[in-house]
């Protein structure tokens, strides 16, 4: 808006900021309108000119500055300043209170639903839906789509944990070629360590590792990590543990392929002398009995309330039942003390590991007294999965357990722990763990469902030093947003979870920190296909 006076104050004009329209004119007659009255008059003028560019300026937002007469201007400014809106919003208002109608009611019996958009688009032109027609269909047609899509996630989860429990074709292989071999190659049968080297495997002066597993494959990575991530390969000694079925392929595998300057140890449950019967017979109990085997081999779906369950509770509770969880493999840990009579301090490491950094300088940590040094996972920059406490592994519902434990207690990981076995022994850790998994079983598995970690955090509570954090890296099994940069920092990296890097349902991102200590130039890897793709 401009504001002009004639040299001889004779006239006023207002017009538009672009000068092509008048939009008023005043004339001053000098003999009638005195100079007060003029400056009244802009006054005024200068307190509605802010009004009218106000609404000059909503009707331009809104695309009407082509307009170029008052005639447009009046008709778009009319109903605004009347206070009236346009019938698209008045529409939007009706059809919102329809939508909230039909949401309290039934849908109708018998509605048939189109099968997409264009369809649906299609019957309401040929057959003249109301409203209220049209929105019984929209909601029939997004809860049948909400169920359709809640049914093929529970049913991917499903074929994830088979996935996940299952033996993969090259592993299995793997397995059946290195134990034929061992029966038909005498250097597969050589004595691991040589006999010179055998007073080092109770030697205190070198690194102990434990490692219990019956995956030839994940073994050999975690054995290679981390031999060359050390700096002192030549103080490793390696302590494999393996069930009777693979021992003669666990055995071929390393005898045929050392690690040298690393000694190497690989034993059956079947060698130990300690493990009896009558030494654990919990664990037998646990393998054996037909509601323990039903609950973890059984029909998984069965009696599982899916519609007040989340995809998320639904796969936790999948990964609670792995079978692995009944395996004494498992369960080994809890026995290190009297299975290695003459080691003080050792490291154990689960098989889905991979070490990137030399761990030497765990063996310097000061415990303070305590048995296990281990990563606390209730605190970390990922929040899924570094924010585990008691309540996440406990029932507190059940009386023994809301009556003993703090369900706010910080959780603790397995999978990369220092123990010190000479505290170890002074304790009753052992007799603990047996205890709480002995009321575990009378109460029909009501006081916690996942595996070996739920009793070790009560057997272990007060024996806990926590460590660095950067030590042990967890999740990598199945948190797939996993900071990458993080990983590569890490001492060790934990793929716990479902997926696991040597399944196809392992994550593509980071399947590469452990396949690079996969050795695909072995004839064995080779022939058996190992992750081919």
Not at 139 to 153: D, H, L, P, V, W
Not at 281 to 298: K, S, T
Not at 304 to 324: D, E, G, I, V, Y
Not at 353 to 362: C, E, F, M, N, Y
Request: charged letters at 20%; hydrophobic letters at 40%.
């Amino acid at each position: 808006m401009q504001l002009h006076f004639s040299p001889s104050m004779r006239s006023i004009t207002i017009s538009s900021s672009n000068g092509f329209i008048d939009l008023m004119k005043i004339k001053v007659a000098a003999r009638h309108i005195s100079y007060r009255t003029v400056f009244h008059t802009i006054l005024i003028l200068a307190f509605l000119l802010p009004f009218v560019f106000i609404l000059t300026a909503v009707v331009t937002l809104e695309g009407v500055n082509k307009c170029s007469s008052f005639d447009c201007l009046g008709r778009r400014l009319g109903p605004r300043l009347l206070g009236r809106v346009d019938d698209s919003g008045r529409l939007v208002r009706d059809f919102y209170k329809i939508l909230n109608q039909v949401n309290t009611e039934e849908i109708p019996a018998g509605l048939k639903l189109p099968d997409s958009f264009n369809q649906l688009v299609s019957e309401m032109k040929n057959n003249q839906y109301d409203a209220r027609t049209f929105a019984f269909m929209l909601r029939a047609m997004m809860e049948n789509f909400e169920r359709e899509i809640r049914e093929s996630k529970f049913s991917e989860l499903m074929n994830k944990h088979f996935a996940a429990s299952s033996v993969p074709k090259g592993i299995h292989c793997l397995s059946l070629r290195l134990t034929d071999e061992y029966s038909s190659n005498a250097h597969a049968r050589k004595q691991l360590p040589p006999p010179e080297l055998l007073p080092l495997l109770s030697d205190n002066s070198y690194h102990h590792f434990i490692l219990s597993t019956d995956n030839i494959l994940a073994a050999s990575v975690v054995v290679a990590s981390a031999v060359q991530s050390s700096l002192k390969p030549e103080k490793i000694v390696f302590h494999i543990i393996t069930d009777k079925k693979t021992y003669a392929g666990m055995h071929s595998w390393f005898a045929l392929n050392p690690v040298s300057p690393a000694i190497v140890e690989v034993k059956g449950v079947h060698q130990f002398d300690w493990l009896t019967r009558e030494n654990v017979p919990v664990l037998e109990a646990v393998e054996n009995q037909n509601g323990i085997r039903n609950y973890y081999h059984g029909n998984h779906i069965a009696g599982a309330n899916l519609s007040a369950t989340t995809p998320r509770t639904f796969a936790s509770k999948l990964q609670a039942r792995s079978p692995k969880y009944i395996s004494l493999l498992n369960h080994l840990r809890i026995y290190i003390p009297e299975l290695f009579p003459n080691l003080d301090k050792v490291v154990f490491l689960d098989d889905d590991v991979v070490i990137q950094r030399d761990l030497s300088p765990l063996w310097e940590i000061d415990l303070g007294g305590k048995v296990n040094g281990a990563v606390e996972t209730c605190r970390g920059e990922d929040e899924w999965v570094m924010s585990k406490r008691f309540r996440n592994y406990f029932n507190f519902s059940h009386p023994l357990v809301a009556k003993n434990l703090d369900p706010e207690e910080c959780a603790w990981a397995y999978g990369m722990n220092i123990f010190d076995l000479s505290t170890w022994r002074k304790t009753n850790i052992r007799e603990t763990y047996h205890s709480w998994l002995k009321e575990n079983l009378k109460s029909n598995l009501t006081m916690w469902k996942l595996g070996t970690l739920p009793p070790a955090l009560i057997a272990f509570r007060g024996h806990v030093h926590p460590i660095d954090p950067s030590w042990h890296m967890l999740g990598l099994g199945y948190q797939n947003k996993t900071n990458l940069d993080s990983v590569a920092r890490a001492g060790v990296i934990h793929y716990n979870g479902q997926s696991k890097p040597w399944l196809q349902i392992g994550f593509e991102h980071l399947r590469p920190f452990w396949t690079k200590y996969v050795n695909y130039s072995n004839d064995f890897v080779r022939n058996c296909h190992i992750l081919d793709s």
